[in-house]
């Protein structure tokens, strides 16, 4: 199944005028969102699989199997040779799980991947940073 994945992966790195390969052993941010296929009682009765046809009552979130972990492990090792080097390189993640509603809802991964600074202070450059000592 990861070599499935890995395959649907790599039409979209061929087809990208950008380096999106990380080469080099570099700090990875990796942002996934799991939108999961809906099943057919989402739908109303007698209506094609579209948004447009959802029953207003279903949910959004998805809150049953697979676990969002397991989803990610799946993931973040079938991009391992492909997208970056190792997955040990992802330093940073955030991740969510919810049912599909776009087009025929049929399910999709997103998948945002930018380099981290390194220097500890860069990354927080940014932001208000709250130090607690003893």
Known sequence: MKEVLKQAIQPHIDASNQ???FKDPVSIK??????LPRPSCHFRRGRSRSMMNLNDKKPRSHIGKPDLDNLLKFVLDAMEGVVYQ???????ITTTKSYDSIGACNGRILINLTEMQT??????DDHEVIVIDD
């Open 19 to 21: 380096d999106v390969v």
């Open 30 to 35: 990796a942002e996934i969102m799991f939108f």
């Open 86 to 92: 190792n997955d040990s390189h992802i330093t940073s």
């Open 119 to 124: 220097n500890c202070q860069d990354h927080y």
